[in-house]
Nanobody, 125 residues
Framework: QVQIVESGGGLVQPGGSLRLSCAASGFTLDRYSIGWFRQAPGKSREGVSSISAHDGSTYYIDSVKGRFTISRDIAKNTVYLQMNSLKPEDTAVYYC??????????????????WGQGTQVTVSS
């Protein structure tokens, strides 16, 4: 049974940091790429970053490059999103999702099969 559970969201001041975790079960990270998405109120879901199954290659949208880092721990079957220098515009519900096979770019919603329930990130003073 496939399960994805996100954690680590919360309230942080601008310039602060958070680390999101995505714990996967029912599949392994060497066969499934993982993508992080976010959805702000009134906006569509946006792919933020992905890490490829085969070799761990990573991809980011321009607005988070240099601030966010995606990584994975194969042994723990967990993917992380380290978010630094957070801005109010990063406020959103963040979702983790899995796609069978390799990832070659920033994640696209339609490519991902399994989804977590989301975790709220609020950046505000």
């Amino acid at each position: 049974q496939v399960q994805i559970v996100e954690s680590g969201g919360g309230l942080v001041q601008p310039g602060g940091s958070l680390r999101l975790s995505c714990a996967a079960s029912g599949f392994t990270l060497d066969r499934y790429s993982i993508g992080w998405f976010r959805q702000a109120p009134g906006k569509s879901r946006e792919g933020v970053s992905s890490i490829s199954a085969h070799d761990g290659s990573t991809y980011y949208i321009d607005s988070v490059k240099g601030r966010f880092t995606i990584s994975r721990d194969i042994a723990k079957n967990t993917v992380y999103l380290q978010m630094n220098s957070l801005k109010p515009e990063d406020t959103a519900v963040y979702y983790c999702a899995a796609s069978y096979g390799n990832s070659w770019s920033v994640p696209s919603f339609y490519e991902y099969e399994y989804w977590g329930q989301g975790t709220q990130v609020t950046v505000s003073s």
